[in-house]
């Protein structure tokens, strides 16, 4: 399964809170409110980076477990 | 179904030295017996079998995951060293992890584990060990990493590798949802509050809160991660120094509300019991010593879930009043509207 690159927009969408929705996996739920958690209270660019960069790590790693929240987040 | 069964420690040894792969739980001075092989082990007291909640300190619990797994690593980690967990993890399979109660392992756990790099991209899946309600205090938990020196400060740790055609799930039932009571949140992390919080945005104090309110304090306070739900338990509350403790941290910026109450947990948990899993690949479960104690589950099922009754659960985080479970099934072939065809077209459509 492809992964789209974490230069796509709807990885920050989702590291941002912007796509908000209840996830299929608890490995997803788990970090994406993590992550969002974490954002909102600092949303300077550079922790945005980090952090798509791990929703985008976790969703290369786990492409097929994840494919129902991968499909939710480019539908 | 991986069924955990009680076994007497001369059962166990010979699995071992049969180079039997197992995941067990009991008394300490069982598990000092066992002899070096492919195990991890934490003590506890209590258990739930096939035929219901038990205590039993003259025998051991074991999950024999031998047929599932194709290799395992077993380490040890200490409070620094668990920050590097998921560099360990398999390229594909999981990771089970037993921690000391009340131990520093645990408290630093429990605060950080969500930051640890990499830590949510394999199943992390395990427990954290205890001792029977009566000896809390007055013995410490312990946990073993294949031999048996007893451990009190350290996360025991068995990498899992499975073959490729094989996938690994892992994740919770939770009897309790969120109540439709007021919304409350903390400014700090941490397992304690001094009681400063706001409820529903107003700065309030939380042992007056509960103490207000009337609240039953065998209800978790749950938050909603993102469709799951998630418990902190309260451990203590005192009315002179009007703080709080509680067995899981608490997280600034997470809404938390004081559970449903829960009728009927034998009940509740054959409702929610995905019946699908019943019967099929579950290779471990466990579940709370909080929810054996308050919904008196010695002697009775909940479902055919199996397990060690556990000081706090792992399922990538501590989790209170909740059973975790790990699957480990054939990947099915997937021709469906999810197939990577079909992302892939949505993607670029």
Known sequence: MIVPPVSHARWRDVASGRIHREWSLLATKILVTRIQRAVAQDQSPATLDRFVGEIHTFFVKNAQLAKADLVAIFA | MTHSNLHTVAEVSAMIESGRILLLAGDEALLAQLPPGSWIGGTTANFI???????????????????????????RYDREQLKDLAAHYPQNGFTSIIIPGFSEVHASFAREVQSYPGVFNSALVGWVSGVSVAEIGSRQPKCFAGNGQPIDNEAVVMHASISTDREVRLDII???????????????????????????????????????????????????????????????????????????????????????????????????????????DVAFSCNCILNYVYA????????????????????????????????????????????PHAVESRIHA
């Open chain 2, 296 to 339: 008196g589950l010695e002697g009775k099922r909940t479902g055919s879930f199996t397990g060690p009754v556990t000081f706090g659960e792992i399922a990538y985080m501590l989790l209170n009043q909740t059973l975790v479970y790990l699957t480990v099934s054939p990947i099915a072939v997937d021709a469906g509207p999810l197939a």
């Open chain 2, 49 to 75: 079998t096939e035929d219901g909640g038990i205590t039993d300190r003259s025998r051991i619990l074991v999950d024999d995951i031998s047929d599932l797994v194709e290799a395992v690593h077993i380490r």
């Open chain 2, 174 to 280: 939770n009897l309790f949802v969120q109540g439709k009571g007021d919304a409350i949140e903390f400014d700090t992390d941490g397992f304690a509050t001094s009681g400063d919080c706001r409820v529903n945005g107003e700065v309030a104090n939380f042992a007056a809160y509960i103490f207000e309110k009337g609240i039953d304090t065998q209800l978790p306070l749950v938050a909603d991660y993102n469709g799951a739900m998630i418990n902190v338990s309260i451990r203590a509350v005192d009315p002179e120094t009007e703080t709080v403790e509680f067995y899981a941290p608490v997280f600034a910026g997470v809404k938390y509300r004081f559970a449903e109450p829960v009728s009927d947990y034998n009940h509740a948990f054959g409702v929610q019991m995905p019946a699908e899993k019943v019967g099929t």
